[in-house]
């Protein structure tokens, strides 16, 4: 079998299940229909860990080895497409073994813009990502949270 062996420190992140920022997702042949909706709320919320290959409750089912390579170049070109994601991302897309299976997994940091997919915005909360596109109270909270971070980080980074 080919491929590196899932790291210790992505297998406690399995072993703890799916939360805020964790999300197992079934994919044998193809991306996720939902994938882009979880990219999103976790750019928008604190970054994340995404599994491709498993079940919600941490089951592993694999993925099919064959599909792998086009999976990963469907994901990059999506990142890089504003119509599916905007603004872009550049994340990245790692092929992993565990329990004998072939498995994805994303990496998605915590942005320090406001990301759409499918023009609806997406946020993050428990294990769940949830449209907030037509909720200006959420999307206002966003918007705060978003520069007030950014600003905290950029003032502190300047006072190093």
Not at 22 to 41: G, I
Not at 99 to 126: C, G, P
Request: with cysteine; proline share 2%; aromatic share 12%.
């Amino acid at each position: 079998m080919e491929g590196e062996f899932l790291p210790n420190h992505l297998l406690k992140i399995i072993e703890k299940g799916e939360c805020i920022t964790t999300e197992f997702k079934k994919a044998k042949k193809n991306l996720p229909l939902s994938l882009f909706e979880s990219v999103c709320a976790m750019l928008n919320r604190n970054g994340g860990h995404i599994f491709l290959g498993l079940e919600d409750d941490g089951t592993t089912l694999g993925v099919y080895k064959d599909y792998i390579k086009q999976m990963k170049k469907d994901f990059v070109n999506q990142c890089n497409n504003p119509e599916k994601l905007f603004p872009t991302a550049h994340l990245d897309i790692k092929e992993y073994i565990y329990e004998d299976k072939h498995i994805l997994y994303i990496y998605v940091y915590e942005s320090s813009d406001v990301h759409k997919t499918a023009n609806k915005i997406f946020d993050r909360n428990q294990d769940g990502d949830f449209d907030i596109t037509t909720n200006t109270t959420l999307i206002s909270n966003l918007y705060i949270r978003k520069s007030s971070t950014y600003i905290e980080k950029k003032y502190f980074h300047t006072l190093q």
